[in-house]
């Protein structure tokens, strides 16, 4: 009987104009944002490729230089795009795109879209992800919230229960029915862009791209899932369909926009984040407290020197067999760098704590829970940028101090002289790799949580209520 009423359910939809040209036109919707998603993947992403290949280049093709002017000359890493960002962008339009690396100082992650859009951009961007997330939870209050009301209000709830079914059963039909009719238009467009993804090259037998990708799918239909059973519950506990039609909206304009809006908010108030300027300032304050190379009348300089000195038993600089100007710019390099890392760290700390404050309200709102857990599968989450900004950091701590150390095994006289540009060729050059999946989904275990506990709940107390509603 279920599957009767399911399928009874599903043709009414399809026969239904106003389903069909909502269906038409989030459709349409999404393979237009599908294909434009992936127009701009592949654009930025040559764009980033072409542009790190010709960093890459013109750093091993430096003439003879001291490896100390080579440090300073720095380079450029850029983060490569995400296989799904095309579906859900995330935070990588405002997040930046490119560092520069160079000696004394890591920079923050800059060239984000966002600073070079205008402010429409505010509004968030038209991505499969928005569309998804928002737009379809729409259709489905429009496809659902009559789903008891009109049953009732035409008289053919009575007749339906004379058949000797309960209205836990026919609530699972009308869900089930509904259900099918979401996949006829969601599917299309998940379709679309698999084939997309796995007909590019750069994505041929990705494994863990396709894992993401099904796991992506899987993730959106939970979150469709828990619509139709709200719809259908709420439709069941009001009196008319305009009640329940109301109600919905209120609940989708709570979730999707008032809630999101007032977490942002209360985390930022909570936990404050400093300005550009403070933190410059202050890191600038606590590095004028270690070695400093390029003064020769620094303190902790001379007692390096002095070290040395005592180390190699000479008496004089000229007689050391390293460069002493070398050591004392990996150690100040060195300290340099563990400031900016605990300055960088408390700074990713807060925005952590905002985001978790985020992440918990999706045990309130399933938007919250699906919104994280999208980002994170797509690749496109502030974990993932976090994890391009410390492996960039590590390549010019790395970088750095093998040119210091270059430079230190010149030994004395070394500023006079210059290093062979066959030398900058056999340096490594920038090349990330994203973190696999494995890596992700420890990180996404809250918003998994939260659906499934929205998924298991609502289905539980939903029906219950079901149950306990009066057919009259």
Same mark, same amino acid.
């Given at each position: 009987?279920i ?27 999404l393979?237009?944002? $599908?294909?434009v998603?992936r127009?701009?993947?592949? $654009? ?6 072409l542009?790190?290949?010709t960093?890459?280049?013109q ?6 230089r001291? +490896?100390?002017?080579v #440090?300073?000359?720095g380079s450029?890493a850029f983060?490569?795009k995400?296989?799904l960002s095309?579906l859900d962008?995330?935070v ?5 795109? /490119? ?5 004394h100082q890591?920079?923050?992650?800059n060239?984000?879209?966002?600073q070079?859009?205008?402010s429409?951009i505010r509004f968030g961007e038209?991505?499969?992800a ?6 379809? =939870?729409?259709?489905?209050i ?11 209000e ?5 007749l ?7 209205l836990?059963?026919v ?6 029915g ?9 599917? =299309?467009?998940?379709l679309?862009a ?9 994505? /041929?037998?990705?494994a863990?791209l396709l894992?993401r ?7 959106y ?5 828990l ?5 259908v519950v709420?439709?069941?506990?009001q009196a ?7 109600t ?5 304009i709570l979730?999707?926009i008032?809630?999101p809006?007032?977490?942002?908010n209360?985390?930022a108030?909570?936990?404050p $984040? ?11 304050e ?7 190379g ?5 303190k ?5 020197? #002095?070290g040395l000195?005592k ?5 004089s600089e ?6 002493v100007a ?20 408390a700074?990713? #700390?807060t925005y952590?704590k905002?985001?978790?404050l985020s992440?918990?309200?999706?045990l309130?709102?399933?938007y919250?829970a699906?919104? =994280? ?5 797509a690749?496109?989450d ?7 900004q410390?492996a ?6 790395g970088l750095v101090q ?15 002289r210059r290093?062979? #540009?066959?030398?900058?060729?056999e340096? +490594?050059?920038?090349s990330?790799?994203? =973190? +696999?999946?494995?890596w ?7 918003p998994v ?6 998924a298991?709940?609502l289905?539980w107390l ?6 306990k509603t009066?057919?009259?």
């Open positions: 009987m599957q009767s009423i399911a399928q009874k359910e599903f043709v009414s939809t399809l026969r239904d104009r106003r389903f069909v040209v909502l269906s038409a036109l989030v459709l349409a919707l393979l237009a944002a $599908t294909l998603g127009a701009s993947f592949r $654009t930025l992403q040559q764009e980033r490729h542009a790190q290949q960093v890459n280049d750093f091993r093709n430096q003439p003879a001291h +490896p100390h002017r #440090a300073h000359y450029f983060r490569p995400s296989g095309l962008s995330g990588d339009s405002f997040t930046g795109s /490119a560092v520069y690396l160079e000696a890591q920079n923050s992650v060239f984000s879209q966002a070079q859009s205008g429409l038209m991505t499969v928005f569309v998804l997330q928002l737009l379809v =939870p729409l259709l489905i429009f496809l659902c919230f009559g789903a008891f009301t009109q049953e009732r035409t008289g053919t709830l009575k339906l229960l004379s058949q000797g079914i309960t836990r059963q609530a699972w039909g009308k869900i089930r509904y259900s099918q009719a979401v996949a006829l238009v969601v599917a =299309p467009a998940l679309l698999a084939a997309l993804l796995f007909t590019g090259e750069e994505f /041929a037998s990705n863990d894992a990708l099904a796991l992506f799918g899987l993730s239909a939970l979150y469709f899932f619509f139709v059973v709200g719809s709420v439709s069941a506990r008319s369909s305009r009640a329940a039609l109301v919905l909206l209120g609940l989708w979730g999707g008032i809630l809006k007032a977490t942002a209360l985390g108030s909570l936990y $984040t400093i300005t550009k300027a403070q933190l410059d300032a202050e890191v600038h606590q590095a004028q407290h270690g070695v400093n390029h003064d020769p009348q620094d902790r300089a001379a007692e390096l020197k #002095a000195l180390k190699y038993g000479v008496d000229e007689k050391l067999p390293v460069s070398g050591l004392q710019m990996a150690a100040g390099e060195e300290y340099s760098a563990r400031v900016y890392q605990q300055h960088f760290a700074l990713n #700390a952590e905002q985001n978790r992440d918990w309200a999706g309130l709102n399933p919250q699906m919104r =994280p857990l999208s980002m994170g599968l690749g496109s502030f974990a993932h940028y976090v994890h391009f410390q960039a950091e590590a390549y010019r701590y093998r040119l210091n150390h270059l430079q230190a095994g010149m030994g004395y006289g070394d500023k006079e290093l062979d #540009a066959h030398t900058w060729q340096l +490594p050059v920038f990330y790799q994203a =973190p +696999p999946l494995s992700a989904l420890p990180r996404l275990l809250l949580a939260a659906l499934l506990l929205w298991g709940g289905s939903g029906l219950r209520l079901i149950s009066t057919v009259a």
